[in-house]
């Protein structure tokens, strides 16, 4: 399957730079995964999209401060790094630049000192593999020195950087926002809860490898960057019990998506625990963990919109964007949302 046929033109005047006032204020187009049939909405009507006993399923990690600017302590050289994942404690991978000066053994300062840095290893696509040292907690010290790594297409300043959180944040660990969550607010959720609904929560921290587009000609070749899922006994419990009594289960976002289907078997049923996902869906792909998807609308050739692809059909995801485009909806992580049914 080519890349090329997940590509669109957008222009670039519908990238959301800065978000909306009122979270749950942005537009929602939904389309049917049957039909085809698209409709017109606001994110404030989701609970007229779902029936009592359905569960949705949200990810409540929390975004890191993960950018860093710091100097080669040997020569002073300027350096950026971008938190990927921890791989274990105290040793992260990073995204470096000037990577090819980051050799392994190089020690990079940040803050005359504060936190320290050592490369053990070389990876590729100026990926390294630090070793970190400071005194205290690792996410304080981050909350001095670090940046919130708002994606590449952003230009804007974030005035306030809980808007890149969603309000329902908890576990750090995350370089970028589960999108699909920022649209809720707590009338939405309280209303929802009201109709009987069930809301859970599950963890799932946000690599970069998940929004990076596929340079692969044959999407076969694309290799997935791996990310930590965590998820209860209690959580998979209510999941399994709205699968049995024939209600939906309905994933907010790609990334609760990509867990639940990493860890439900064959009938759907699905495990707690932690672990490691590289799951890559596109089209063809045979879904066993949810019944619909909260999404955003994604970068044109990601992996995202193969997964959206695999979900609502390519013919029906490339139409809805097509109308997206047409009715101006706004795109990427401030973006409008898309319910698929």
């Not at 808007?163 to 329902?168: F, G, K, S």
């Amino acid at each position: 399957m080519r890349t090329e046929e997940f590509n669109f033109d957008l222009p670039e005047n519908l990238i959301a730079q800065s978000p909306i006032e009122k979270r749950d204020d942005s537009r929602m187009l939904t389309v049917d995964r049957v039909s085809g049939e698209i409709e017109h909405k606001r994110f404030y009507e989701i609970s007229e999209m779902l029936e009592k006993g359905d569960t949705l399923v949200l990810n409540d990690t929390k975004v890191i401060p993960a950018r860093l600017y710091g100097k080669k302590k040997a020569t002073g050289g300027k350096v950026e790094l971008l938190l990927v994942a921890e791989e274990k404690e105290k040793t992260w991978l990073v995204m470096a630049r000037p990577a090819k000066k980051l050799k392994v053994g190089t020690t990079v300062i940040f803050n005359e000192g504060l936190l320290e840095g050592t490369v053990t290893e070389e990876r590729e696509e100026g990926l390294r593999l630090i070793n970190f040292q400071y005194t205290g907690d690792f996410y304080a010290v981050l909350d001095q020195l670090g940046e919130m790594p708002l994606p590449p297409y952003i230009g804007k300043t974030l005035q306030n950087p809980d808007r890149y959180q969603t309000i329902y944040s908890k576990n750090l660990g995350s370089v970028a926002a589960p999108t699909a969550g920022l649209h809720f607010t707590e009338e939405v959720i309280e209303e929802l809860e009201n109709k009987g609904i069930n809301i859970v929560y599950i963890t799932l921290h946000v690599g970069l490898g998940t929004f990076k587009p596929v340079e692969a000609e044959n999407i076969l070749d694309h290799k997935m960057h791996a990310e930590f899922y965590h998820i209860t006994s209690e959580v998979a419990e209510i999941i399994n019990k709205t699968r049995n009594q024939g209600n939906r289960v309905i994933a907010v976002g790609t990334t609760s998506c990509r867990t639940l289907e990493s860890i439900a078997g064959k009938e759907g049923k699905v495990e707690a625990g932690n672990g490691w996902t590289d799951i890559f869906i596109y089209p063809g792909y045979r879904f066993r963990g949810i019944d619909g998807l909260i999404t955003n609308f994604h970068l044109p050739k990601s992996t995202l919109i193969m997964l959206v692809s695999a979900f609502a059909g390519r013919e029906n995801t490339m139409n809805a964007y097509k109308e997206a485009i047409e009715q101006k909806y706004r795109f990427y992580s401030f973006g409008d949302a898309m319910f698929i049914k």
